[in-house]
C-alpha cells in the first residue's frame, strides 16, 4: 500500500495479491458460436468413440463435404427431404439454409444424444429430428403423413455394417424416393475398396460405389479433400 497527495487530496494505492487479484478480474467469455461449436465437437467426439461403427468418423462433416452432398438436389423443387444420420447437425444447418420455406427436413438419428443436441440447438419449424432407425424409414416417415421424399442425404457409415442391414436400409431408401429424386451418401476415401495400402493397415474396405449400383441405375462419384478425413461422395439417381 502506498500513498500520494494531490492538491490537498490524499489517495491510497492498494496493490492487491495477485492470486485475489485473478479472481476479481472479469473473465473473458468466448464467443457463442465458438462455445457451441466446441460443444457439438466434443460431443461428437465422444459418441463417435462409444459407437465408432455407427457414426464411422470422430469429426463432424465440413462445409467442403456437405457442399458436394447438397449440389446435386433440386432445392427449389423439393418438398421433402431426408436425412440419415445428423450427427451433431453439420450438413442440416447446411440443408436448412438452402430449403424452401414450405419445405420440411425429416431428420433420422437413433442415437438419442444426438437428436436431443438437436433438438436444443436447431430451432427451425421445417425441421423434424425424428430418434429411430434407417431401416424402418417407412414407418418414420408414415407417422408424419410422409410418403415419398425429393432427397435423401446419408452419412450412414455403410462401410462398417452388417451386409443385411445395409442392404435394408437401401432398399428402404429407394422405395421411400420419388422417382425424380435423388440419394446422395458418402464414404471415406480409405475405405472405398482402393488403394491396396488401406487393406494392410488393418482398414475395412467396402466397394460402395458397386452396392450402390445394385439399387441406383445411376451414380455419380466426386472426391472431397478438404474434409477429415477425406471422402468419396456419391450421386444416386433410377
Not at 500500500?1 to 478480474?25: C, D, V
Not at 467469455?29 to 457414426?55: A, K
Not at 425441421?127 to 421424399?149: D, K, N, V
Not at 436400409?169 to 424416393?177: G, R, S, V
Amino acid at each position: 500500500m502506498s500513498r500520494r497527495t494531490t492538491r490537498g487530496e490524499t489517495f491510497l494505492n492498494i496493490s492487491l495479491p495477485k492470486q485475489l487479484e485473478s479472481k476479481l478480474a472479469p473473465r473473458r467469455r468466448l464467443p457463442e458460436h465458438r462455445q457451441r461449436t466446441g460443444g457439438e465437437y466434443g460431443l461428437f467426439f465422444s459418441q463417435s468413440l462409444r459407437s465408432i461403427s455407427v457414426t464411422a468418423s470422430l469429426f463432424p462433416s465440413s462445409r467442403f463435404l456437405a457442399s458436394a452432398l447438397l449440389r446435386h438436389i433440386d432445392f427449389a423443387s423439393a418438398r421433402v427431404i431426408v436425412e440419415l444420420g445428423i450427427g451433431t447437425g453439420a450438413i442440416t444447418k447446411q440443408i436448412l439454409r438452402r430449403l424452401n420455406p414450405d419445405a420440411v427436413l425429416l431428420g433420422v438419428d437413433l442415437n438419442p444424444a444426438f437428436v436431443n443436441h438437436v433438438k436444443r440447438n436447431i430451432q427451425d419449424s421445417r425441421f423434424i429430428p425424428i430418434l429411430g432407425q434407417a431401416e424402418r424409414l417407412g414407418a418414420l416417415l408414415g407417422r408424419h403423413g410422409i410418403t415419398r421424399a425429393d432427397a435423401i442425404v446419408s452419412s450412414l457409415g455403410l462401410t462398417a455394417m452388417h451386409p443385411a442391414q445395409r442392404t435394408t436400409i437401401l432398399k428402404q431408401a429407394a422405395a421411400y424416393l420419388t422417382p425424380n429424386g435423388v440419394l446422395t451418401q458418402y464414404q471415406y476415401l480409405h475405405a472405398s475398396g482402393k488403394p491396396n495400402w488401406a487393406a494392410s493397415l488393418g482398414l475395412v474396405r467396402f466397394a460402395e460405389k458397386e452396392f450402390l449400383k445394385a439399387h441406383f441405375r445411376q451414380v455419380a462419384t466426386e472426391r472431397v479433400l478438404w474434409n477429415l478425413p477425406p471422402a468419396k461422395v456419391y450421386t444416386c439417381r433410377f
